[in-house]
């Protein structure tokens, strides 16, 4: 194990190998039912992680599960609906409780719905606030103490944090105002959290995809704020996926704090 040192006085070594850099590390994904975060859980097994799967369906999260097993990493289903803070912040603790600490949080729950102002539904407003940011907010919270007992007594010397934002939340976009200031929020939040802990070890990220093809992204309009980019030219999941997991595995010293990733035919 190679010794490695932070420039905050502490010298770490780094976890796992060359093959399985996150070995001995336990993550949590949160919407890992489909899309971005069932290939970002996969991703993180093949990295040597243990990991918590949380989302709303059980038996799509049961099915990965057992994939992620297959790999030879330890895996559990929490079921939660993150619409509920005190379900969001059990899945946290349930997961702790079952790898007896947390080295990685992928914030990725979350939910789009697109229209003009003047015609929106407010319960599609309400649920777009409740899973992009107050999810986010209190995963975050309930994760921190873990986080940063991980990053001083881990292997690796450092804990990650990393929220699933978007290019919406660089660029507002009209008919989708809402899903836009969410994803703002989620920037900033980031951002904010980042100079808090940076300090002690905890690295927090953002991933800002642009057109990704997902469930999320299947029935809801979403072509409509494409501008034009043709849906085959859309990123997939497991794009989004290994984005965060260059982010999670670089060396104790290097911090990826915003990555902002686009289909090359995406201008805007």
């Known amino acids: 194990m190679t010794d490695t040192n932070t420039g905050n ?26 899309g971005i975060g069932a ?11 243990d990991v918590a799967l949380v989302a709303r369906r059980t038996d799509r ?29 059990q899945a946290v603790e349930d997961a702790v409780e079952r790898f007896e600490r947390l080295d990685v949080v ?21 649920r777009m606030v409740d899973l992009n940011v107050r999810a986010v907010l209190h995963t975050s919270q309930k994760a921190l ?4 007992a991980a990053a001083v007594d881990g292997a690796r010397g450092v804990a990650d944090l990393v929220n699933v934002s978007s290019t919406a939340g660089r660029l507002a976009r009209p008919n989708n105002s809402v899903y836009c200031a969410t994803k703002h929020a989620v920037n900033a939040f980031s ?40 849906r085959e030219s859309w990123l997939h999941a497991a794009d989004i996926a290994r984005c965060i997991t260059f982010m999670v595995t670089q060396p104790p010293h290097t911090a990826i704090n ?11």
Request: aromatic letters at 2%; proline letters at 5%.
């Open 9 to 34: 006085g502490r010298t770490v070594g780094h976890a796992g190998n060359a093959e399985h850099p996150l070995a001995g590390c336990a993550a949590v994904v949160t919407g890992a039912s489909s």
């Open 191 to 230: 951002e904010s959290l980042r100079q808090e802990v940076t300090g002690r070890g905890v690295r927090v990220g953002v991933v800002e995809p642009g057109m990704t093809r997902t469930e999320m992204t299947g029935d809801r309009g979403i072509a409509a704020v494409a501008r034009g980019v043709p």
């Open 61 to 89: 999260l049961e099915a990965l599960a057992s994939s992620i097993r297959d790999e030879g990493r330890s895996c559990v289903a929490l079921t939660a609906d993150l619409r509920d803070m005190a379900q969001a912040r």
């Open 258 to 268: 915003e990555l902002m990733v686009r289909p090359t035919a995406q201008e805007h």
């Open 106 to 126: 992928v914030n990725n729950a979350g939910y789009v719905a697109v229209g003009p102002v003047e015609f929106s539904d407010p319960e599609d407003w309400e």
């Open 145 to 148: 103490p873990h986080l940063l």
């Open 39 to 49: 290939a970002t859980a996969l991703a993180l097994a093949r990295e040597g992680a």
